[in-house]
């Protein structure tokens, strides 16, 4: 038998990041912590709550996929693994 016999089909969007409605995945959590506290605390939350969603989804258009992960590790709030520390300078091989 040849190899073209047993083919198979590539997903089309297989590295896409997965979407509820409009919202990406890092979308829809900000939108929801924000929501959450706008619904709490009122009042000026619901302005923050608006700003926060515009000026983030506008910085995630203009920079490179998964920059708010690397910012997050950047300031340490996340670990990456078998990533070298943020302020390594050299590296050896």
């Known amino acids: 038998m040849s190899e073209n016999n047993f083919s198979h089909r ?3 969007y297989l590295s896409r990041p997965i979407q509820v409605l409009w919202f990406e995945t890092d979308e829809l959590i900000l939108c929801v912590f924000t929501l959450t506290l706008a619904l709490l605390y009122g009042k000026i939350m619901w302005l923050v709550f608006l700003i926060t ?6 910085t995630k258009r203009s920079q490179p996929r998964g920059f708010l992960r690397h910012v997050l590790y950047m300031f340490g709030f996340i670990q990456m693994r078998n990533y070298p520390d943020y302020f390594q300078r050299e590296f050896h091989e």
Not at 53 to 58: F, I, K, V
């Open 10 to 12: 590539f997903p089309q």
């Open 53 to 58: 969603q515009y000026l983030y989804t506008r």
